[in-house]
């Protein structure tokens, strides 16, 4: 499946997943309200094998093909490696 990426100007590290290029209409309005506008970033071809760097893409898929969109969130600092302190002095 084609897929669409977009990137909130208003909420750093969010994205939505959308089938069709500029088609926000599957968008709740809260959702719209809170988050846009939005950024085109990319264009992938999506395959439930296909390897994503936060997203499992099985649940991408699922959630297009019931809702219509996917919404991704930046990770918590208990998901994410990189907001630990490393030891390090830097």
Same mark, same amino acid.
């Given at each position: 499946?084609?897929?669409?990426?977009? #990137?909130?100007? #208003?909420?750093?590290?969010?994205?939505?997943?959308? +089938? @069709? @290029?500029?088609?926000?209409?599957? !968008? +709740?309005?809260?959702?719209?309200?809170?988050?846009? +506008? %939005?950024? %085109?970033?990319?264009?992938? /071809? !999506?395959?439930?094998? @296909?390897?994503? /760097?936060?997203?499992?893409? =099985?649940?991408?898929?699922?959630?297009?093909?019931? =809702?219509?969109?996917?919404?991704?969130?930046? +990770?918590?600092? /208990?998901?994410?490696?990189?907001?630990?302190? %490393?030891?390090?002095?830097?």
């Amino acid at each position: 499946m084609l897929v669409h990426v977009y #990137k909130s100007l #208003k909420r750093a590290d969010t994205y939505v997943y959308l +089938p @069709r @290029r500029d088609d926000f209409s599957a !968008l +709740p309005d809260a959702v719209q309200a809170r988050l846009a +506008p %939005w950024q %085109w970033v990319l264009e992938v /071809a !999506l395959t439930p094998e @296909r390897k994503l /760097a936060r997203e499992n893409p =099985r649940q991408v898929l699922e959630n297009l093909a019931e =809702r219509g969109f996917h919404l991704q969130f930046p +990770p918590s600092a /208990a998901q994410d490696p990189m907001s630990h302190d %490393w030891g390090t002095d830097a």
